[in-house]
Nanobody, 126 residues
């Protein structure tokens, strides 16, 4: 049984940093593309970042480029999202996701991922 368990969400002020973790079990983590998505109230789930199994070039949505960093530790079966310079627009529930067979064009599409975490709330407010 595949499980993805997120941790690290919370409430911060604008300009602060926050790191999220997602621990995976029940799968050969190193073979999976991993991604982070977020969903704000009243909005659709949107792509944030993704990293392919080879841990090469990361992919980001434009609004987080230069501020967020996705990484993975295959030995620990864990993915991370480090977020800097947070703004109120980053407020959302953040979800980690994994899939074994994504092609490049599908990385940014939530429906293409097979496995999801339960979500963790990130609130940025002064």
């Amino acid at each position: 049984q595949v499980q993805l368990v997120e941790s690290g969400g919370g409430s911060v002020q604008p300009g602060d940093s926050l790191s999220l973790s997602c621990a995976a079990s029940g799968l050969t983590f190193s073979r999976y593309t991993v991604g982070w998505f977020r969903q704000a109230p009243g909005k659709e789930r949107e792509f944030v970042a993704a990293l392919r199994p080879t841990n090469s070039n990361p992919y980001y949505t434009d609004s987080v480029k230069g501020r967020f960093t996705i990484s993975r530790d295959n030995a620990k079966s864990t993915m991370y999202l480090h977020m800097n310079s947070l703004t109120p627009e980053d407020t959302a529930v953040y979800y980690c996701a994994a899939d074994a067979s994504l092609i490049l064009s599908a990385l940014r599409t939530a429906s293409q991922y097979d496995y999801w975490g339960q979500g963790t709330q990130v609130t940025v407010s002064s």
